[in-house]
């Protein structure tokens, strides 16, 4: 009897190694998608699309002057001009000496109006924005 349940020990041991196998060999049979490296055609009238955004963001108290609600105070200095910091309702600031802000860009255009995105994102980063 000890001798029977040995064997059946080492078959179900076999048909547990078989079923691992045959799980590894469906993985390995998975087929490839080969890598598709899209393209895309520059549209033509791109450069004279405008766009304008909102960046919501907590500034350290004192970095700016902020304006009320839709009534912002552009920014100036090295900031690009007529962009704007307002207050916004949806912000609240968790951390000590900072308040919430949203900067307003004007409206942009273009190849420029990405260089002032990027300019918006460097003083930003400079003031120690969250």
Same mark, same amino acid.
């Given at each position: 009897? &000890?001798?029977?349940?040995?064997?059946?020990?080492? !078959?179900?041991?076999?048909?547990?190694?078989?079923?691992?196998?045959?799980?590894?060999?469906?993985?390995?049979?998975?087929?490839?998608?080969?890598? !598709?490296?899209?393209?895309?055609?520059?549209?033509?009238?791109?450069?004279?699309?405008?766009?304008?955004?909102?960046?919501?963001?907590?500034?350290?108290? #004192?970095?700016?002057?902020?304006? #009320?609600? !839709?009534?912002?105070?552009?920014? #100036? #200095?090295?900031?690009?001009?007529?962009?704007?910091?307002?207050?916004?309702?949806?912000?609240?600031?968790?951390?000590?000496?900072?308040?919430? &802000?949203?900067?307003?860009?004007?409206?942009?255009?273009?190849?420029?109006?990405?260089?002032?995105?990027?300019?918006?994102?460097?003083?930003?980063?400079?003031?120690?924005?969250?």
């Amino acid at each position: 009897m &000890v001798h029977d349940l040995q064997r059946r020990e080492d !078959h179900d041991e076999r048909d547990d190694a078989e079923r691992n196998d045959a799980r590894c060999d469906d993985a390995r049979a998975i087929p490839t998608v080969p890598a !598709h490296r899209q393209t895309q055609t520059p549209n033509p009238k791109a450069a004279d699309l405008t766009f304008g955004i909102e960046i919501e963001c907590l500034m350290p108290r #004192g970095s700016m002057r902020v304006g #009320g609600r !839709h009534l912002g105070i552009e920014i #100036g #200095g090295e900031w690009p001009a007529g962009w704007k910091a307002e207050s916004d309702g949806s912000l609240t600031s968790g951390i000590s000496n900072y308040m919430p &802000v949203e900067i307003v860009s004007p409206i942009l255009k273009g190849a420029d109006g990405i260089a002032q995105i990027k300019r918006v994102g460097e003083l930003l980063a400079r003031l120690d924005a969250a």
